[in-house]
């Protein structure tokens, strides 16, 4: 810092040296405004640095003794200190003792020291020196000139320091943090801008006077004089109304203004702790100089007072909503763990007991939602699987699901049928319905010995049904929903389920979720997400054989276990990965992809379930020549702990029947003979062998042919005898039509 000061000082005082007009007749030395100013900003490194460049200059030009550049050295050392030690003696107890002018008070004392230093440093070399009293005016001349450099260069080039990033090096009994306000007040802005008009118009009348001085040297060094003069008197009347109106501006303008921003920016750390201490003191806090704001200012103290006060008052009213919202989101969060508590999520023992594979997904919209799910043992061997949707949403809506719940369970624990069942819940729920409420609800019982699936809907989306290798919503009576009206009956529907079969249930927050875009995610995507992951297990039987597995057939039949919903060729590992948790995940993330960004509007919940017994397939042409295979392919299957020889025998006679028939009968003369197909799966826990036979021969229900005994002269009854057997050895026997094939269930126990 000593080295850049010394720099700049001497190339200004050395520049200007080499005009002789400039140094010896008008004596303009705009270096005599840099010393003070460096001392003021920088200290001790500014005071002696351009005190050095001083000496070295008068060393090169004045060719004095020793002693005189001694003397020279220590009085420009006292013109560059004095400013610094009297302006931080001044306001040493100042909370801004910094050199700023952003202030009337600050401008006026740096114009006083200007004043005072230029005296006292011409005093000081006028008594040195010893000159005559003749030599007073040349004194005077650069006395003014000292005056007008600190005041027409000064001023600026502190305001220049002060808004650079350089730090200033107040004395050591300075101990305020300095702080780099690059922002000016209208005060700062107001003074720079006036001392700037004032150098120019400074300078222009002194380029018009010596523009048009004439004459010798000496008559032209006395025009200077007088101008100097002049210029002199003339800064009295236009700095004396600055510093006035300056004065009037601050008190009633700047300053409050000031002290109203200073006031804000701590209003909310005060405010937090009077809050706190039960304090109640907004008021805009009023400096130790005294502002009395006036007129439209005193106003805006005025309304910015009221709306503190307004704002302390919203602050504790906010803060005592915002204290019941917590206590509130605290009780939603225990309502919600209860409401989660509620609906099952282990299935183990299910798993483990029933061969079911089964899985559930909820998630409200808010804290807690409408939507259930259920699942529980009903008798022996059945298994109740319930799913509902309350209207509305939030608290309202989760009591009356908790409700429903457990009405619905409580009825289709005590009663067999489900539409009866479903009719007690609905009178009860109708009962004290003041908030008129009412909810969607579809239960099924399924039966894991035989696989029959009975069920009842509530103005409940159907589920989706995978059967006989097929996706399909469940064609089902829509029903009214619980809760409308008490004099609603419901009826029970049934239909079978072979194993690696089963449901998805779901509420209308799946098919219902929007996107950004406002569009639902809908039913069919839904069978589409669903078609994708079967086609995936597809794809990975397809991978399997191509890698050497060998196919179905009576030497290796092919066994799907964990296979809900499998379709024809799968392998074990293959129907594991469609599993129900999979099809669950699989579609939850498709939901939250499509909605992307968008909020939940709705509660999302799904349940699904297959009966997951390893199911053995075999695929044999229409040919009763192909019998030897379909034994060979049975004899395995019955084999086992329970397994008859009698048993056994009766069963084989029957699948005969059965393949014999629809050899002869299922194909007419010029029907081409499409093979037939042969599921078998065994259910040890109950006792069970679960057969379907299914084939694309002409529509026929052996079901419902008359069971009667017949007479083997008889050529009117063909088939008869195999119906009779059907029905006389197999413990249960179920026929459906579906996608141009006859499939017949057939269940026999043997246990």
């Known amino acids: 810092m000593f080295a850049a000061c010394f720099i700049v000082y001497l190339a200004v005082l050395e520049g ?15 270096a005599s405004a840099l010393g003070p100013v460096f001392g003021l900003f920088f200290g001790l490194p500014g005071v002696f640095g351009c005190a050095t460049a001083n000496l070295v200059s008068d060393i090169l030009h004045e060719g004095a003794t020793p002693f005189m550049l001694a003397g020279y050295f220590v009085i420009q050392v006292m013109y560059n200190g004095l400013p610094r030690w009297a302006w931080y003696l001044v306001n040493a107890r100042s909370p801004r003792p910094y050199p700023r002018f952003d202030s009337a008070s600050k401008t006026a004392l740096y114009m006083a020291l200007a004043l005072v230093d ?6 000081a070399v006028y008594l040195f020196v010893g000159a005559s009293p003749e030599s007073g005016p040349s004194f005077a001349t650069r006395g003014l000139n000292n005056v007008w450099m600190l005041l027409y260069i000064g001023l600026p080039l502190l305001y220049a320091l002060e808004r650079s990033p350089l730090t200033p090096n107040p004395p050591r009994w300075i101990h305020v943090p300095y702080r780099n306000i690059k922002k000016s007040n209208l005060t700062q802005r107001f003074v720079i801008w006036f001392v700037i008009a004032s150098a120019l118009l400074m300078l222009l009348v002194s380029v018009v006077v010596i523009a048009f001085a004439s004459g010798d040297e000496e008559s032209f060094q006395a025009v200077v004089r007088t101008m100097f003069h002049e210029v002199a008197i003339l800064t009295v009347p236009i700095f004396l109304p600055m510093f006035v109106f300056l004065h009037i501006l601050e008190r009633r303008f700047t300053r409050p203004i000031e002290v109203l921003a200073l006031d804000q920016q701590t209003f909310i750390e005060r405010m937090e702790s009077d809050v706190e201490q039960g304090r109640r003191d907004t008021c805009i806090a009023v400096d130790e100089r005294g502002t009395k704001p006036r007129y439209e200012i005193a106003e805006l103290y005025e309304s910015t007072n009221k709306m503190r006060r307004d704002m302390v008052g919203f602050i504790e009213r906010l803060y005592n909503v915002t204290a019941e919202r917590q206590r509130t989101a605290t009780e939603l969060d225990v309502a919600k763990q209860i409401q989660m508590s509620a609906v099952p999520h282990d299935f183990d023992s299910l798993t483990e007991r029933f061969a079911l594979d089964i899985a559930g997904f909820m998630r409200p919209a808010r804290e807690v939602g409408g939507d259930f799910y259920d699942v529980f043992e009903v008798g022996e061997r059945g298994v109740a699987f319930v799913i509902g949707d309350v209207s509305g949403k939030g608290v309202p809506a989760a009591l009356f699901m908790m409700r429903a719940q457990s009405l619905l369970r409580q009825f289709l624990l005590e009663t067999d049928d489900l539409g009866t069942a479903f009719t ?22 399924v039966d894991t010995a035989t696989g029959e699936v009975r069920f009842a809907n509530a103005g409940h989306n159907p589920p989706v049904l995978k059967q006989n290798g097929k996706l399909g919503y469940l064609a089902c009576r829509p029903g009214l929903v619980l809760g409308a009206m008490d004099v609603v009956k419901y009826r029970e529907g049934s239909f079978a389920c072979s194993p690696g079969e089963g449901l998805l249930l779901y509420t209308d927050g799946v098919s219902e979720a929007a996107n950004a875009a406002e569009e639902l995610y809908g039913e069919d995507r839904l069978l589409q997400t669903l078609a994708k992951l079967d086609g995936g297990a597809v794809q990975g039987a397809t991978a399997s054989t191509a890698q050497g597995e060998r196919p179905a057939s009576a030497e290796n039949p092919a066994v799907a276990a964990n296979g809900c919903c499998a379709p024809r060729g799968s392998s074990a590992q293959t129907a594991v990965a469609s599993s129900a948790q999979a099809a669950v995940n699989s579609l939850v993330a498709s939901v939250d992809a499509f909605a992307g960004e968008a909020p939940q509007a709705d509660d999302i919940t799904m349940l699904a379930f297959r009966w997951n017994l390893p199911v053995a397939r075999l695929t044999l042409p229409a040919d009763d020549a192909e019998l030897d295979n379909l034994f060979a392919f049975l004899e395995p299957i019955c084999e086992g702990e329970g397994r008859t020889p009698k048993m056994v025998a009766q069963m084989m006679l029957v699948c005969e029947e059965v393949f014999v028939n629809i050899c002869h009968y299922g194909f007419p003369d010029g029907q081409p003979r499409l093979p037939v197909d042969i599921e078998a799966a065994v259910d040890e826990r109950a006792g069970c062998l679960h057969l379907v036979f299914s084939d694309q021969g002409i529509a026929y229900d052996p079901l419902s042919h008359d069971a009667k005994k017949v007479d083997p002269a008889d050529e009117q009854r063909k088939g008869g005898l195999g119906i009779l057997l059907m029905r006389k050895y197999m413990d249960d026997l179920r026929y459906t039509r579906a996608d141009g094939r006859n499939i017949l269930r057939m269940t026999k126990r043997f246990v």
């Open 16 to 30: 200007f040296l080499a005009v002789p007009q400039f140094n010896d007749i008008v004596q303009i030395r705009p």
């Open 118 to 123: 230029s005296v006292c440093v011409n005093l």
């Open 424 to 445: 007690l819940a609905n009178r009860q729920l109708c009962e004290r319905n003041d908030a008129m409420l009412f909810v969607t609800a579809f239960a099924c019982v």
